[in-house]
């Protein structure tokens, strides 16, 4: 299952002079003078970028100077703090800034895998099938991650599942870049928090 625009060329596609990005990455932000210390902590704000861009403006190609006029705009008001954006429900409550201010009505989703309350791969599985079937990116936040280490501490967007005999591979938008990922060997590694959400919009009324 995968998100109706979710190839290289297709997910957020950024001109990034003479390459085209799948989706943004946070040290753009550095050519807004964003210090290195807030762009190490803003892979949240990007993932959300992305997101965004993929729902409200979706057959869209984007400059460089255009994907980071949102990016920056995002991030004045997401706000990462020194430890970042950690989980999924602080990003939701950081949004509700966005919700008032700007009318933007977003429902969010929510699933969260913490030490106490593990879920298991098809809780997991169903969560992200279930959006992108209804073409909505997910946002995916870990902390520790010992055997996978490009998501150590990392926020990303996820446009794809598939499944693979017992286990489903992610396709995962991370610096610009794609990147493939099995769930099942993500989920054996020692790790604490995990978490998912994806939004739907809403019409107001």
């Known amino acids: 299952m995968r998100l109706k625009k979710s190839l290289p060329g297709e997910f957020v596609p950024v001109n990034d002079g003479n390459k085209t990005l799948f989706g943004g990455?946070?040290?753009?932000?550095?050519?807004?003078?964003?210090?290195?210390?807030?762009?190490?902590?803003?892979?949240?704000?990007?993932?959300?970028?992305?997101?965004?861009?993929?729902?409200?403006?979706?057959?869209?190609?984007?400059?460089?100077?255009?994907?980071?006029?949102?990016?920056?705009?995002?991030?004045?008001?997401?706000?990462?703090k020194i430890y970042g954006i950690p989980t999924a429900r602080i990003l939701d409550f950081k949004l509700n800034r966005l919700r008032k201010s700007y009318y933007l009505r977003l429902k969010s989703h929510i699933l969260e895998d913490i030490p106490i309350k593990r879920k298991s791969i098809d809780e997991i599985s169903s969560f992200?099938?279930?959006?992108?079937?209804?073409?909505?990116?997910?946002?995916?936040?870990?902390?520790?991650?010992?055997k996978i280490k490009f998501l150590a501490h990392h926020g990303v967007?996820?446009?794809?599942i598939i499944k693979?005999?017992?286990?489903?591979?992610?396709?995962?938008?991370?610096?610009?870049?794609?990147?493939?990922?099995?769930?099942?060997?993500?989920?054996?590694?020692?790790?604490?928090?995990?978490?998912?959400?994806?939004?739907?919009?809403?019409?107001?009324?």
């Open 25 to 80: 990455y946070q040290n753009m932000l550095g050519k807004l003078g964003v210090s290195k210390f807030y762009r190490d902590r803003s892979c949240v704000v990007t993932a959300f970028t992305n997101v965004y861009l993929y729902l409200f403006r979706p057959d869209e190609k984007f400059s460089f100077e255009d994907y980071n006029h949102y990016h920056y705009w995002f991030f004045k008001i997401l706000r990462p």
């Open 128 to 146: 992200i099938n279930y959006a992108i079937s209804h073409d909505l990116p997910l946002i995916f936040f870990n902390w520790l991650s010992p």
């Open 157 to 160: 967007t996820i446009t794809e």
């Open 164 to 205: 693979k005999d017992d286990d489903y591979v992610l396709t995962i938008s991370s610096w610009g870049r794609l990147y493939r990922l099995s769930l099942k060997e993500f989920l054996s590694q020692p790790r604490t928090y995990t978490g998912f959400i994806y939004f739907e919009k809403e019409n107001i009324s």
